[in-house]
């Protein structure tokens, strides 16, 4: 066989084997893609099943009346009256998720997310990009009292699931009264949350369902609007285990939607010993409403 027939053979055989890959990452891909699906959409269900009725279907301004100030000047703010209660929301995402525990790695992401805050529950379904072609999909959710933090490559190889404990519920729990910005009719009163007095610029909020109890301390601007959510605590995963770490949300950019002033960025971190080291950076790109 003559150096040019081999030549050929090879350049045919190489040919071969990586449309062999296209095709066989293509079919994981597919498959990956499907399974997700269903896995969301049975997350899904379990919120509907959880949901109900509500007491109060408008927002009153004479209800505020027991709030601390800080806490009155937001909701004034950012609500009108006959406002109608939140009972859905429906959000993309885009952003950046920083993969490095103690540094700077930053992937960009998209995502949708499903909240119901009658009884408290989101799905964030989160795609971040790892490498070129290579998607994480991620499942950090809320859900019927309990707590889900799912990854996988491609929605088929396992890489992180932590669910059912009560330090997951926990960190769950506390990012849906954080992100309570986005559907402020979630912090008025008879919805769940109490209210605590600390000075002329925060309150802390506290949130029950079933046997978890959480309390965020919420930071008010002079705009009124809400500028940080701090926890003094909460779970940090480094090195395989976790730790409990001072954390906070930040949001800017607020703007009406249905009626009421939310913020369409956000920022989410851990303050270390070193520096504040964000995780999170996203914007709002959608965001849909239903009411009771």
């Given amino acids: 066989m003559g150096v040019r027939t081999v030549i050929?053979?090879?350049?045919?055989?190489?040919?071969?084997l990586v449309v062999v890959v296209v095709v066989t990452v293509g079919i994981m891909m597919a498959v990956g893609n499907r399974r997700w699906q269903n896995e969301t959409a049975a997350l899904h269900r379990r919120q509907e099943a959880e949901v109900r009725p509500a007491e109060v279907s408008t927002y009153d301004p004479a209800a505020l009346s027991t709030l601390p100030d800080p806490v009155q000047r937001y909701l004034e703010t950012v609500l009108t009256p006959g406002q109608r209660m939140v009972a859905a929301v429906h959000i993309e995402h885009s952003g950046t998720f920083n993969m490095d525990e103690t540094g700077e790695r930053w992937r960009p992401f998209r995502s949708t997310q499903r909240v119901r805050t009658q009884r408290p529950s989101f799905v964030w379904d989160g795609r971040v990009k790892v490498l070129p072609g290579m998607n994480a999909h991620v499942h950090d959710a809320y859900v019927d009292?309990?707590?889900?933090?799912y990854v996988t490559l491609w929605?088929?190889?396992?890489?992180?699931?932590?669910?059912?404990?009560p330090e997951i519920a926990r960190g769950e729990l506390m990012r849906y009264l954080a992100e309570t910005?986005?559907?402020?009719?979630?912090l008025l009163p008879g919805q769940g949350v109490t209210w605590s007095a600390v000075d002329n610029h925060s309150a802390d909020a506290t949130l029950s369902d079933g046997e978890t109890t959480v309390t965020l301390r919420f930071i008010f601007g002079s705009d009124n609007l809400i500028e940080r959510?701090?926890?003094?605590?909460?779970?940090?995963?480094?090195g395989g285990v976790t730790e409990p770490t001072p954390w906070d949300g930040r949001f800017t950019n607020y703007r009406q939607q249905?009626?009421?002033?939310?913020p369409m960025d956000g920022d989410v971190g851990w303050i270390l010993p070193t520096g504040r080291l964000s995780y999170w950076r996203g914007r709002m790109e959608q965001v849909s409403y239903t009411f009771h």
């Fill in 8 to 16: 050929v053979v090879a350049g045919v055989v190489l040919t071969v």
């Fill in 145 to 149: 009292g309990s707590g889900i933090l």
């Fill in 155 to 165: 929605g088929l190889v396992p890489m992180v699931d932590i669910r059912d404990t």
């Fill in 181 to 186: 910005a986005w559907y402020p009719t979630a």
């Fill in 229 to 238: 959510v701090y926890a003094e605590e909460r779970d940090r995963a480094v």
């Fill in 258 to 262: 249905d009626g009421m002033l939310v």
